[in-house]
């Protein structure tokens, strides 16, 4: 019975789990988000069927600005994995049974 409730763990809950946790890692492949620095207005703009996003700015520094923004968004899982690594607490994450 206990192997029973243990494979259906592992085959149904753990990957939705699993899902779900790391659905925060990645960044929007719809909409639009607006953010101000100290360059100025910035927006960012995910329209594309393909998750392209389009940056657009008050100045040049400002795009670049909302580039940086875009590309950590899109790394931040790998950023995590390394931060963990190097700790050397990546084990707690990514347990091989």
Same mark, same amino acid.
């Given at each position: 019975?206990v ?15 699993a ?6 890692f990645y ?5 639009? /988000?607006?953010? +101000? &620095?100290i *360059? #100025?207005?910035?927006? /960012?703009?995910? +329209? &594309?069927? *393909? #998750?392209?996003?389009? /940056? ?21 899982l ?13 084990s ?6």
């Open positions: 019975m192997i029973k409730i243990c494979l259906l763990l592992s085959v149904f809950v753990i990957p939705f789990a899902y779900f946790a790391f659905q925060s960044a929007p492949l719809r909409g639009i /988000i607006k953010t +101000e &620095s *360059y #100025g207005k910035t927006k /960012i703009i995910y +329209e &594309s069927e *393909y #998750g392209i996003p389009y /940056i657009t700015g008050d100045t040049n520094e400002s795009v670049f600005f909302g580039q940086g923004f875009v590309h950590a968004a899109d790394r931040l790998e950023l995590q994995i390394k931060r963990l690594f190097t700790s050397g607490r990546l707690e994450v990514c347990v091989v049974v």
